[in-house]
């Protein structure tokens, strides 16, 4: 045996001189070769420009070490290109600068390397010491020019179906461009525990390529791994810079790619790209950036997307397009074109958003940036010639804003407005001036304001003139509107009106001081709208003439630094612009200036600096930092003017004022890098982008902060951060000298300290990766003696953020200004840190109000977030944190400030509270109700189920785990349980095992658990039927027993007894409005003089949620009038006391501490003064409740409510014992219980009938409305309570009645007497039982006819659905029957007369139930069942059950119970009143449940028995669910309305294979009667034979079919659209072969136009005024028909039966609608001609009207003055006609030939042979003759033939007479070749050739159509819908086949039967057409 030679691996080095090039070396495989700077160790010189150009051995590439690099970070650079054209950054790799750490790789994409280093004049270093080599590829990844030999049979792939295994798993057909694959959470970090499986299969014959890059992982745990077969190419983790590419190594073999993660870090994941390639020899590299287009998903961390290719050129010939979408609908997407480079002329890129095209770029285009509100669209288009490198695109969520100019800009503006208006000239002051005049230099005001008379409801218009050539200016001094409904709007134009494109600029109350307003015109006018006064205060303004529509004339006058950049900034500045701007100050300051960014185009925009009259200064082109102080206080002038073309970015600038002799530098601010002075107080300094949590890439920013007091040092600490480890930084300078790079996550602070009064702080980053940034604060102090720590708490801890320092005893922090509104726009951070990393933080909030829209406390631990809280927290919050840190973030908006929160923060030890892996709240995560952790304190805190109050979801499992500190126990209180009994299961349990298994119903001894472990967990699971309320607990933890016991002695007790009068005493808790004591027991006892009561009215009153509360008791005794807590706090409640004597007593436990309570107290002597809108509790003595100012008149335009309420158990009584109103106009209502039912409408009419009203609960509510005219003294009631039995009065005008088995009898008011005029009265009759029916008889009835009535409805409420309305007398007694429970009714009377009214009676019947019964689902389950007393049903049974829901509600049927006979009886579904059809079900005994749910309110249930075998039948529940939101789309069918937005549906189980013996209906309507449904197929599978999918065009099967679809469907190319307004479809499947199904989307699209079922069939003749001819019949028309009528302009010249005279003719009929809008005028009366009328006319004009309602068409009415005419006899004698009313039978036959490659040009010569001799025997007068060849349909062309040049008409419909003619054209048809389109064919002869031809709608004429092909059709899907509408539209089809020809299509033109022949001729060869033409001739003829 011979041993192959051991192979040793040396590593060689070669120094290469440190020259500095250009050198051209090689790298070796095996050989490390040295590339040194110039001068290296030492420091290189300056100004280098160095070239080293390495070139590996072929299949290589270069690998680069890095071993020493340092040079000047900002200024020597040393760039790697994989090309040595340095002129673009396309071909560079990378960039190295400052200090790179040792050992760093980078690899070249390619055989190739140069590198390029340069420096400048300035700082040198050493340089650096780098070595290179080549490396030889794996052979996968090699892109070789041969294919190598496989040593195994290549693998096949056995199945190309997609696996169903979501975004993760699947199976991936490559295509031929590229297409990309990201791991799940893109573009975010990916997901844990994830195991991702791609098999990436390539098309027929051909190879797999794939890129992987951009590779961030785990690097021990999360692996990407890539296969070929079974054999492993590649493992891949961590960080992975270099590109890896793979392609298969034979044809046909799929590459796999696997990814699986562990549950712990998540990081970027990584890019793959791939696509389908033919061979290797002509693969070029997959870029990652290869992609061509999709769907994409904004975050805020940045992301790219480039043109295909990246950096190389696109390739030709493309059209690309993405959708960007913001993960938040309330962020925008930003989108910035980094880089472009198109061919100018012919590639374009188009960015779209908010609905339109934004920007359409080509050329060379840099930093170009859009934001969309809405999503964003990239398009991108390319011809075949000359491609450029592309386009880079950044894009990110960014937060809405409202585009205004700078608000500094703006307050400058205000303030010269506030200084230069002149007091003589007379302001506008109300809205009659509305046309005023603007004058140069002479200011008017504009002062519009409430005192001054503007009212609601107002509209003000002013337009402003100002001179030729100059413009309107308005500045805003003062504004205040209500930001909902006020606003002012500023027009270009000069007339008052609303146009929309007209709108410069709208303000509301959202604006602080709106900008300034240039006009683009000399003109402009304002629009004022008020809706209220409520909030409007007015606004200041003044308007003048200028001469530049930017620029303003300021006096600034203190040191403020104000912002001024150029117009639209920053964005590009517009064209034609002409700016000034004129800054000056108080004698003895002067103006500072600065200048920071500026962009202009070089050559002609420019920005002109003045100082006083002196031209100091001309920018343009580019410059930065450019300083300014002016010489006196004059200050500056500053001109700005661009030209017509190019516009760029502009300037950002600032000024000031300062005094002369103390003139500080002024800079410009920036996110990336300032110079500035550090003071005493912390500032906060943050990396760009922090805000949005991610920075810019290719940053480096520099911070200079230098103190501002002598002897002082810069203290500088970053608190957190987050960047890309290996490459992106922050550094601190001291000195010039630098700190260690922070990189990665850091979230511990590290503080520096300057040594000379100043730091330099850079933050790097590189072009790869971005994160979050850094975030510091800096201050400045007194040099420190020891090294210094995190900043201690100030005392003002008010402040807004601070770094405090966390210790063992509890600190105080609040918002800014509490317990006073914190201010808008705030951002504040507290930063809590302890230094010893065994102690935590503790942090509770024990306040908490703010805004809950819009303002935020975020809880982050480093960067991650804990928790967001907003709105009010009734309980404290508490946080323990994992680590040593917490940040609190506080955020507020404009608008709506509140009180803010008061926390404290504590350090505990790590061994006394249990660590988890987050920190955990108290309080329940937001937007998490299925299974969290959470965190237990003494204080109870509430658990719900998923979904509370609602119902919990079906198939929920979830998982709960409540904890507590080490050493603590916990308990849970449940507080409400309700759950399904069998199936849905609540377990509790701890560390010693299972403590409790709950289910079903409990109301009573409700569950208490206690553990003795400090960590309880709990676990829901439900099944997928019946849901419930679920559960509520309360749950809390014990701390450890102690050994001094806790004190039981209130820490606050108070007794105190007052005396009342009737002047007004005020009694507070302790401490309020602020935080009462803890552990309060007060007890007030309030005593008036005898014979006087006491009212008690709570003003104000905020307590602890859970355990602090006052009671209340009437008189000296125990007597609990009312106990309030959190849970009832009343909101302006009243109490009155029965007696002289009244006590109240507040409890409030050792926890949380509330604001407390204000009550006011006083004594009553007659009536209490009530407010207008009040809750008064009513004690069973009786009180007086009146209106406004009883006894005096009330005021107008009064409306008042008081909720009287009582104890529980008793009820309200309210007497009226005097009233006197307005009767026409003013009234009262009269409401029962909570919910408000109107039981009586009462007034001056109803009153003396009705006086007495009592409540059926505690609850009653009085109502009292006044208009705006006549007054009266009002209404006075005696109010009290009883617990007396409620009994109805009969004649009372409503009340609320409970039916039972006997009758009751009521009646209308004073009935039998006449019943009230103006009356409304309301009963509501309920059932104690939903299960049964309210009956009601009418015994007498008698009303006025028409305007008194009495209305009966099947519910609770007014609304509800109508039973009957009962008018004038009823002879006979009516009865009627609810459905549900309860039955309402209302009389309702007018002014007029009055009758005796009814007399009724109302009792409790059983819901029929049994066979064909109309039943109304309820909220829990009710049953239906079989009639089977004998235990079997009856033969012969069909029963049809009704089930009904409420509006909005769905029913869900439930079978638990089915034996029945399997052959014969059967039970049926039917969703809706159009009772579409669900299910067909016969069993004989159920393993499970069967359930159904209906799409509507309705569903019917059907049951059929024969004659024979009977059986037990079914038992079913049926319940109303809420109806869902959106329909189930894998369900069996369903009816649903549809919109504009499209909704998916598909087949059971898509895109698994559908159930065999499927039987599926869908019922899709369209709720706007002017619209119609659209249906469109994306995707269609089924077997060919025997599934299909039936689509008809209306509510069931009998309507229209439209299509049957079976087989293949290409995707998208079938769309169906309904005539009726609605789509049936129907799917079958047999029990044979089973496919995927269809997936399709259906919406609601608008109609061209609507049809006509009849029109008039119409032919008159009217001579002289008098008709001759006169025919006007009703006639049907067929579907998509309009109505015609063609009218002579002139008089005719007709011919009848040798007479001649002259007469108007008119003409109706039916015509196709497809034929109106092509037909001419001409067109119709030539056809008209050719109709054998009983006359001959000649004639010019006419006129054609095409109408789509029924009968709409009509004749020309004949003159009003009418005068006989003497007529021959013989003109009203018909002629002889046919049976169809024809005097000659006509024809029109179009001809189509097949002309695709199926045929010969010969054999084609024979087909026009054969059309020759059939048009021989043709009369060409009666039958005319067209032709048209087809092949090929253009997709994208209209239907035309100038368009369709494959769809030929070579001659038009009856365009020859002459018959050699006509045979002529024919044999000089040329033939085409390519395509078979015959469906396309037919619809143009039917919708364009038949229309033109004049006689489409002549129902005397014959419509033919002769197809000769040999029927394989490329559009076969087709023909059925084609073919189908021309048989409705009256056409006759012949079918010619020629040769191998595919007889089904044929046999679906012929005759639309498949295995049909009728009208159907078949030759086998071209030349045999002879022998048919005949036979077929005679056929067209008959």
Known sequence: MSHAPKTTRCTYFVLIPAGCGPTNLTAEAGTEKIILSPNFPSNYGASQDCWWIIKPPDDHIIELSVKKFKTEFCCDKLKIYDSFDSSTDRNLI???????????????????????????SSVHFSGFNITYTAKLLAATQILQNEIPTATSPPQQTTTRSRRTGGECRADVIAESTAKLINPPGHPGLYRSNLD???????????????????????????????????????????????????????????????????????????????????????????????????????????????????????????????????????????????????????????????????????????????VMNDNGRIVFTANSTNPGTGFRITYRQVARQIITTTPRSTAAATQVAVTTVSTTVQPITTCRESRLNAHSGRPTPIIISRSIGVSESSNCWWTIIAPTSQFVRVIFTKFQLDACC??????????????????????????????????????????????????????????????????????????RVNDLNSPNYPDNYPSSTECEWKISTEPGRVVQFTVGEFSTEPCCDYLEIFDGGRAVEKLRGTSSDNQYVSTDHTGFTLRFSSDKSVERKGFRGVYSSSPADAVTPLTVPSDCGFETMATTAPQNVTSPGWEENVYEMNLDCYWTISVSTPGYQVFFSVVEGRTETCCDYVQVFNNDIGSDTLSGHFTSPVMFVSTNGSLRILFHSDATQAFRGFRGLYYEGPTPTTPPSAISLSASTASCGVVASVKNISQHFTSPNYPESYSGNAICEWTLISNDPDVLVRLTFTNFHTEPCCDTVTILEGLDEVDVLRGTISSPAEYISKGNNFTVRFQSDLSDHRRGFNASFIGISRYDVETTTAPLSATRPSGQDCGYEIAAFETPHEFISPGWPDRYPSSSNCNWMISAPIGWTLVLNFTSFDTEQCCDILNISDSTGNLATLSGLMTSDLPSIVTSQNELSLSFVSDKNIRKDGFTALYSAIPPPTTTPATTTPAYVCEETLN???????????????????????????????????????????????????????????????????????????????????????????????????????????????????????????????????????????????????????????????????????????FDGDDRRLVAKLDMHTFKYSKIFESTSSQMSVSFYSDKTITGRGFKADVFSTSDEYVV????????????????????????????????????????????QVELNLHDIRFEDQSDYLEVRDGRSPSAPLLGVIQRDFSQQAVFSSTTGAMYIKMRTDTSNQYRGFNASYKLVPTERSCGSTLHALDFPTQIRTSNASGTYPNGENCMWTLKADEGKIIVLNFT????????????????????????????????????????????????????????????????????????????????????????????????????????????????????????????????????????????????????????????????????????????????????????????????????????????????????????????????????????????????????????????????????????????????????????????????????????????????????????????????????????????????????????????????????????????????????????????????????????????????????????????????????????????????????????????????????????????????????????????FFAVGIGDREMRELQIIANGKVGSDERLFVVPWADQLTTVARQLSAEILM
């Not at 209308?1308 to 009230?1316: L, T």
């Not at 103006?1318 to 009963?1323: D, Q």
């Open 1060 to 1230: 009342i009068t009737q002047n007004t005493q005020v009694i507070t808790s302790e401490g309020f409005p602020h935080y009462y004591a803890s552990s309060t027991n007060c007890t007030w006892t309030l005593v008036a003089a005898e014979g006087e009561r006491m009212l008690l009215n709570f003003t104000t009153i905020s307590l602890e949620t859970c355990c602090d509360y006052i009671e209340i008791f009437d008189g000296i005794d125990d007597k609990v009038l009312e106990k309030i807590s959190f849970e009832n706090l009343p909101t302006n409640q009243i109490y009155v006391s029965s007696g002289h004597v009244m006590r109240f007593r507040f409890i409030s436990d050792i926890n949380i501490e509330e604001d407390g309570f204000q009550v006011q107290v006083q004594t009553i002597q007659g009536l209490p003064a009530y407010n207008c809108d009040a809750r008064i509790f009513i004690p069973s003595t009786p009180i007086k409740l009146t209106s406004t100012n009883y006894p005096n008149n009330y005021t107008t335009s009064v409306t008042c409510n008081w909720n009287l309420e009582t104890s529980s158990g008793r009820r309200v009584v309210v007497n009226f014992t005097d009233f006197q109103m307005e009767s026409c106009c003013d009234y009262v209502e009269i």
């Open 1457 to 1932: 119970f089915m034996e029945m006979e399997i052959c014969c009886d059967k039970v049926q579904i039917f969703d809706g009143q159009s009772e579409r059809f669900i299910d067909n079900i016969t069993f004989f005994g159920l393993t499970s449940p069967l359930v159904y749910n209906s799409s509507s309110n309705v569903m019917k249930v059907r049951f059929i028995s024969d004659d024979t075998i009977g059986a037990a039948g079914f038992v079913a529940n049926f319940v109303q669910e809420p109806a869902p939101d959106a329909p189930d789309r894998h369900a069996c069918g369903f009816t649903w309305n549809a919109t504009s937005q499209p909704v998916e549906f598909n087949s059971p189980l898509f895109p698994l294979n559908y159930p065999f013996n499927a039987e599926c209906h869908w019922l899709i309507r369209s709720p706007d009667k002017n619209k119609q449904v659209q249906l469109e197929i994306l995707d269609f599978r089924t077997e060919k034979c025997c599934d299909f999918l039936k689509v008809y065009d209306g509510t069931s099967t009998s309507a229209p079919l439209i299509t049957s679809l079976s087989d293949v469907i290409e995707p998208g190319s079938d769309v169906i659209t309904s005539t009726s307004g609605s789509l049936y479809l129907e799917f079958v499947s047999d029990a044979s072969g089973s496919y995927r199904g269809f997936l399709a989307t259906f919406k609601m699209v608008e109609v061209e136009r609507k049809y006509s079922n009849s029109c008039y069939s119409i032919m008159k003749a009217f001579t002289d005024k008098t008709p001759v001819v006169e025919v006007k019949e009703v006639t049907s028309c067929s579907p998509k028909h309009q109505c015609l009528t063609v009218k002579t302009v002139a008089d005719a010249q007709v011919k009848m039966n040798g007479d001649s005279f002259e007469a108007t003719v008119t003409y109706g009929a039916c015509i196709p609608s497809i034929a109106c809008p092509v037909t001419s005028c001409s067109d119709l009366m030539t056809s008209l001609r050719g109709i054998d009328l009983p006359f001959t006319m000649n004639f010019t004009t006419c006129e054609v009207e095409c109408c789509d309602e029924d009968l709409c068409n009509d004749d020309q009415p004949p003159p009003t003055t009418a005068t006989p005419t003497t007529l021959p006899t013989t003109t009203a004698l018909p002629l002889t006609t046919d049976e169809y009313g024809c005097w000659n039978q006509r024809r029109d036959v179009m001809f189509l030939l097949d002309g695709s490659g199926s045929f010969t040009a010969l054999e084609f010569m024979e087909i026009l042979k054969f059309v020759n001799q059939l048009v021989e025997g043709f009369d060409l007068e009666l039958t005319r003759v067209g032709v048209m060849q087809f092949s090929h349909w253009y997709r994208h062309r209209p239907m035309t033939t100038r368009a369709q040049t494959l769809l030929k008409t070579h001659i038009y419909l009856g365009q020859y007479s002459d018959a050699d003619q006509l045979q002529a054209a024919i044999s000089g048809i040329n033939h085409h070749g390519y395509t078979t389109y015959i469906a396309h064919a037919i619809e143009k002869a039917i919708s364009i050739d038949f229309p033109r031809a004049g006689r489409f709608s002549d129902s005397c004429t014959s419509k033919i159509i002769v197809v000769v092909s040999d029927g394989k059709a490329t559009d076969a899907n087709y023909l059925p819908t084609t073919t189908g509408l021309g048989r409705a539209l009256g056409f006759n």
């Open 1289 to 1332: 009065d009969p004649g009372a005008c409503g009340f609320t009645g409970v039916a039972s088995n006997t009758s009751t009898y009521f009646h209308s008011p004073n009935y039998p007497m006449e019943y009230p005029a103006k009356s409304e009265c309301h009963w509501l009759i309920a059932s104690s039982s939903p299960l049964e």
């Open 94 to 120: 990378e960039t190295l600068a400052g200090t790179v750490q040792d050992g760093r790789t980078i690899s070249s994409l390619q055989a190739f390397v140069a590198l390029n280093f340069k420096s400048d």
């Open 196 to 370: 991702c499986d791609w098999l990436i299969i390539p098309q027929d014959g051909e190879r797999v390529q794939i890129s992987i890059g951009l590779i961030a992982t785990q690097i021990c745990c999360d692996i990407i791994e890539v296969f070929e077969g079974e054999e492993l190419l590649a493992r891949l983790s961590g960080r992975v810079l270099n590109v890896q590419r793979f392609v298969s190594s034979r044809p046909d073999s799929p590459i796999r790619i696997t990814f699986k993660t562990d549950e712990s870090v998540n990081r970027a994941g990584f890019r793959m790209v791939h696509r389908s390639v033919s061979g290797i020899g002509q693969v070029q590299p997959l870029s990652l950036h290869a992609v061509c287009g999709g769907n994409l998903i904004a975050s805020r961390r940045i992301q790219q997307v480039t043109s295909p290719n990246w950096p190389s050129p696109y390739p030709e010939s493309v059209q690309c397009e993405w959708t960007i979408t913001s993960s938040l609908t309330q962020l925008s997407v930003e989108i910035v074109v980094d880089r472009l480079n198109t061919q100018e002329c012919c590639d374009f890129l188009e960015i779209h958003g908010d609905g339109f095209q934004v920007a359409r770029l080509s050329g060379s285009a840099f930093r170009r940036r859009f």
């Open 486 to 559: 006020d606003s002012v709007i500023a027009y270009n134009s000069r007339t008052q009106g609303h146009v929309e494109s007209l709108i410069i600029q709208e303000f509301n109350g959202n604006e602080q001081i709106p900008q300034a307003v240039f006009s683009e015109r000399d003109y402009l006018t304002l629009f004022l709208h008020i809706d209220t006064l409520n909030v409007f205060r007015g606004f200041e303004a003044h308007f003048d003439a200028v001469e530049s529509r930017c620029g303003f004339d300021y006096k600034i006058s203190e040191s």
